[in-house]
């Protein structure tokens, strides 16, 4: 069975950091690996999408890296902005659409 | 383009009774998956369905089902509410099934049973 770990579990810095998210899972039988935002209350906005056969993906000012050898995904925030506190969830498929979701890390950026 | 829509946003039921949640999906899209999120449990998969026909269940009772129409929106039903089945259900969209796909998540329904 699939176990998705996300570390750490609450994450506090000042605004301007640069940040990086992890993802551990046990099965590296996976399709690919989707990274989530979750604001309270609130539902999923997706952030990006790692396929299997890519290694890292980037917008804007993230970037998420996969590396299914090792059972770890980092998702890295340059220049963190109070905007960007919520709950990052990592999730992956082992085909189909069918989403594992990582415990996610609360992040929250001060001014 | 409009996102996934769910209706309704909040519910609240006593034990015993019955709720159904609606989901539409991403125009164009034809997979709808449906996920419970609670604090103790996280985001768990309920079921996956694509072209009316479910491809995927979660381990959950025999008490949530669902169904697809050939719009593809997306119906859950839970029977015979339990005080455990208080959570954010959300629903999420893709163009196809398979590999590979990115999927698109609804605002969700706030369910809490009394």
């Known amino acids: 069975k699939q176990e998705v770990t996300q570390i750490p579990a609450a994450l506090s810095v000042p605004e301007g950091e640069n940040l990086v998210l992890n993802c551990s899972f046990t099965?590296?039988?996976?399709?690919?690996l989707q990274w989530f935002r979750q604001d309270p209350g609130k539902g999923l906005t997706s952030l990006l999408l790692?396929?299997?056969?890519?290694r890292e993906q980037t917008s804007g000012r993230l970037n998420a890296s996969l590396d299914k050898s090792s059972g770890r995904s980092t998702l890295y925030i340059a220049a963190s902005q109070p905007g960007d506190s919520a709950t990052y969830l990592c999730a992956l498929t082992g085909g189909g659409n069918k989403l594992t979701f990582g415990t996610g890390t609360q992040l929250k950026v001060e001014l | 383009k409009a996102g996934v829509t769910q209706t309704p946003r909040y519910l609240i039921k006593t034990r015993g009774q019955q709720v159904t949640l609606s989901c539409s999906p991403i125009s164009g899209h034809r997979s709808v998956s449906w996920y419970q999120q609670t604090p103790g449990q996280g985001l768990q998969f309920l079921f996956e369905?694509?072209?009316?026909?479910?491809?995927n269940k979660g381990n959950f009772p025999g008490r949530f089902s669902g169904r697809q129409f050939s719009n593809s929106r997306s119906e859950m039903n839970v029977s015979t509410l339990e005080l455990g089945d208080s959570a954010l259900y959300l629903c999420?969209?893709?163009?196809?099934?398979?590999?590979?796909?990115?999927?698109?998540f609804g605002p969700g329904t706030r369910l809490t049973v009394l």
């Open positions: 099965d590296s039988a996976i399709y690919n």
């Open positions: 369905y694509f072209s009316e026909t479910q491809r």
């Open positions: 790692i396929q299997s056969s890519q």
């Open positions: 999420a969209s893709s163009f196809r099934t398979g590999v590979n796909n990115e999927q698109f």
